[in-house]
């Protein structure tokens, strides 16, 4: 079943092209996989280089949102978590102890795409 895996992530660093769209990429396809969706529906929009305090500290950082109709349950949350806080970490020096992730089951009818929703 399609759905709508989007993953909006803020990062506190600057990531610098071709590592952003490599970035990118590279979480589309780990979505996909692990929420068993086409990666033909899922997107990845990332906002670098954005101005945030983590516990009173100008430190690198990270926040973001991960959406999906379904596929949203511990084992696929922990996945996506393991998988993008070590890329965050090894390729632009972001501590996992400093990376949040809101995890959304959304309902059908509150998912809008070509020109309908999901639920009809």
Do not use: F, P, R, Y
């Given at each position: 079943m399609p759905g709508d895996p989007s993953l909006?992530?803020?990062v506190?660093?600057?990531m610098q092209l071709p590592h952003k769209s490599d970035f990118m990429k590279l979480m589309s396809k780990h979505i996909?996989?692990?929420l068993n969706k086409p990666e033909t529906y899922v997107c990845v929009a990332?906002?670098?280089d954005v101005a945030m305090v983590w516990g009173g500290e100008e430190q690198p950082c990270a926040l973001g949102t991960l959406?999906?109709?379904?596929?949203i349950n511990l084992?696929?949350?922990k996945k996506i978590m393991e998988k993008l806080s070590a890329v965050l970490e090894t390729d632009f020096m972001i501590p996992s102890n400093r990376v949040y992730v809101e995890f959304v089951d959304m309902e059908r009818v509150n998912c809008g795409y070509d020109?309908?929703?999901f639920g009809g």
């Open positions: 909006v992530l803020h506190s660093c600057e996909a996989e692990t990332v906002h670098d959406k999906s109709i379904g596929g084992e696929n949350n020109g309908a929703t």
